[in-house]
């Protein structure tokens, strides 16, 4: 079992920035993957960045690529999304979710990933 909680959402204007934080649990941190995944109001859930166990592999959507970034800290077994350059269109709910599986590839597809949080609203105004 793996315990994941999201904190940091809130609201922003656009332009600004925001870091979410994925504390985990439940499970040696270093053995699996991480992701962020979000979903706005009427939109199927999306991959937005994922970090390999050992963070020496990320995978970005085109949509942040340049504007966001995944880590991850071992010590505290946390996963980070920093957000730079809010849009309004980076409006959803973001969620973290680990991959037991992979080891070494970062996947996209929500369906490999086995664990999620609850999810933190982020909303960025115009």
């Known amino acids: 079992q793996v315990q994941l909680v999201e904190s940091g959402g809130v609201l922003v204007q656009a332009g600004g920035s925001l870091r979410l934080s994925c504390a985990a649990s439940g499970r040696t941190f270093s053995s699996y993957a991480m992701a962020w995944f979000r979903q706005a109001p009427g939109k199927e859930r999306e991959f937005v960045a994922g970090?390999?166990?050992?963070?020496?592999?990320?995978d970005y959507a085109d949509a942040v690529k340049d504007r966001f970034t995944i880590s991850r800290d071992g010590a505290k077994n946390t996963v980070y999304l920093q957000m730079n350059s809010l849009k309004p269109e980076d409006t959803a709910v973001y969620y973290c979710?680990?991959?037991?599986?992979?080891?070494?590839?970062?996947?996209?597809?929500?369906?490999?990933?086995?664990?999620w949080g609850q999810g933190t609203q982020v909303t960025v105004s115009p």
């Open positions: 970090i390999s166990r050992r963070g020496d592999s990320t």
């Open positions: 979710a680990a991959d037991l599986n992979s080891i070494t590839v970062v996947h996209i597809r929500a369906s490999v990933y086995d664990y």
